[in-house]
């Protein structure tokens, strides 16, 4: 499962806290992939690994800086081919 989020205060915003404590992901991978202002990842990966203890989160997700946005669409599209994921 990709996972996008804007990073908010350094960590998940709020709503994705809700998700992933309504949802059991366990056994499946999550691949982080953020937005940012300047701070990366900061403490978010580490959070949904809290809340989906039985996930493998994946620790080298994207980021992108909202600076970066309207240039990324390249850089995206390759790291989504690389992750070969089905495509069913
Ligand atoms: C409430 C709020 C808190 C934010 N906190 C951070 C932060 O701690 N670090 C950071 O790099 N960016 C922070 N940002 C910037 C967002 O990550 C950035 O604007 C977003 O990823 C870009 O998507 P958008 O166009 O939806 O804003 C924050 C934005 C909001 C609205």
Redesign the pocket.
């Known amino acids: 499962m990709r996972f996008y989020y804007?990073?908010?205060?350094?960590?998940l915003?709020m709503p994705l806290y809700t998700f992933l404590e309504e949802y059991d992901f366990s056994g499946k991978t999550i691949i982080p992939f953020?937005?940012?202002?300047?701070?990366?990842f900061?403490r978010t990966v580490q959070t949904i690994s809290d809340l989906q203890p039985d996930a493998t989160v994946i620790t080298d997700g994207l980021s992108i800086?909202?600076n970066s946005?309207a240039e990324a669409e390249d850089e995206v599209v390759n790291w989504v081919n690389g992750l070969n994921l089905a495509t069913e």
């Open positions: 804007p990073n908010w205060n350094a960590d915003p953020t937005t940012h202002g300047g701070s990366g900061s800086s909202r946005v």
